[in-house]
């Protein structure tokens, strides 16, 4: 696998464990659930101004505009997915955190990442292989090593919260893999506005107020950039790699948040730091010097998606389109054999 196509999952990891610590500035001024519905609120309105000038320029150059439009059958997975991940999740998580130790909780959120892997090769039939598995208990690893708290782990009634928290999360994945097609802003934008919207909702139902102007517009700017760009790579990863592998490299966004963290609050890393860190990159590394070859068959497909021509891209344009340049549109793949390295992207996933 090579580092281009790892990228998308990676900056997703950046751009969300960047904003842990950026949130956590705010943490102390409202409670978690409003906190959590105006990061998304703030990602949703962000890809939404994103996509309002996208099609701005494509009309001032002239250029075909992008369909915003979500097919009929996909929307059930989508549907799903902004219910277990925007909404049931974080109502889990701020629920079992009221209970549990922030130690608990920081160890149990890797199980997100475990889950998600578990669910993809065994429900959803994702392929993996001996060094994929291996890789991902390395980077599951490290991150238990990195929250880890030694004394400061005590599990309550509030633990089982968490980790419900976790396997909706892990759903939402793997289900929005199955939309993983479609653009991504527009998908992540859908995802932020309705589970922003609920949880907001929520929050000020049982009571929370609205901050100040100023510390809505901060968690605006946060949630954009650490929910909503953020996913929108995370779904081109899906598309690219599958649920497990972007899962995986997601992972390792408590690294990053610990890196950022020491930035902004200088400290001198403990053993157990680079111990973490060590694991997640072998695990990385194990990932990324995957090779995955075999003879398989398409099966006649029609989809629309970004694209260029390649051995999978192989129809007929307007002699106007320049068919090497990324475009998006309806477009039929015929049956095809083949053998060549690949991962199980939107166009391999065959059973093994």
Not at 24 to 44: D, T, V
Not at 215 to 243: H, P
Not at 286 to 309: D, G, M, Y
Request: proline share 5%.
């Amino acid at each position: 696998m090579s580092l281009r196509s790892a990228f998308p999952a990676l900056a997703a990891a950046l751009l969300f464990g960047a904003s842990t610590p950026l949130a956590k500035l705010l943490s102390g001024n409202m409670p978690p659930l409003l906190l959590a519905g105006l990061l998304y609120l703030g990602s949703g309105l962000g890809l939404g101004m994103l996509l309002l000038l996208r099609r701005l320029r494509e009309r001032h150059r002239g250029q075909p505009v992008t369909r915003l439009q979500i097919p009929r059958a996909e929307r059930p997975w989508l549907l799903g997915a902004i219910i277990a991940g925007g909404v049931l999740g974080p109502a889990l998580f701020m629920l079992g955190l009221a209970q549990a130790s922030a130690a608990s909780a920081s160890l149990l959120l890797n199980l997100e990442g475990m889950l998600t892997a578990l669910m993809a090769w065994l429900v959803f039939r994702e392929n993996a292989d001996r060094r994929i598995v291996l890789g991902m208990l390395a980077i599951v690893l490290g991150g238990v090593l990195l929250s880890w708290e030694p004394g400061g782990a005590t599990f309550s009634p509030g633990a089982l919260l968490i980790a419900g928290a976790c396997l909706c999360w892990a759903l939402d994945n793997n289900l929005t893999r199955k939309v993983s097609a479609n653009d991504a802003l527009l998908l992540a934008c859908l995802k932020g506005l309705l589970a922003g919207t609920a949880n907001t909702a929520i929050a000020l139902f049982n009571g929370a107020v609205l901050p100040d102007g100023l510390a809505l517009g901060y968690a605006g700017i946060v949630g954009f950039l650490g929910y909503g760009l953020s996913l929108s790579l995370f779904v081109v990863a899906l598309r690219t790699l599958g649920s497990a592998r972007t899962g995986a490299y997601f992972s390792v966004a408590p690294l990053f948040g610990v890196l950022i963290s020491l930035a902004i609050w200088p400290d001198a890393p403990g053993l157990l730091f680079w111990l973490s860190a060590a694991l997640m990159g072998f695990g990385v590394w194990l990932h990324l010097s995957e090779r995955h070859a075999h003879e398989h068959r398409h099966e006649p497909l029609r989809h629309s998606h970004a694209h260029r021509h390649d051995a999978h891209h192989r129809h007929v344009h307007d002699p106007a389109q320049d068919e090497n340049a990324p475009h998006a549109h309806e477009h039929q793949h015929e049956a095809l054999a083949h053998s060549h390295a690949h991962y199980p992207d939107i166009h391999h996933r065959h059973p093994h």
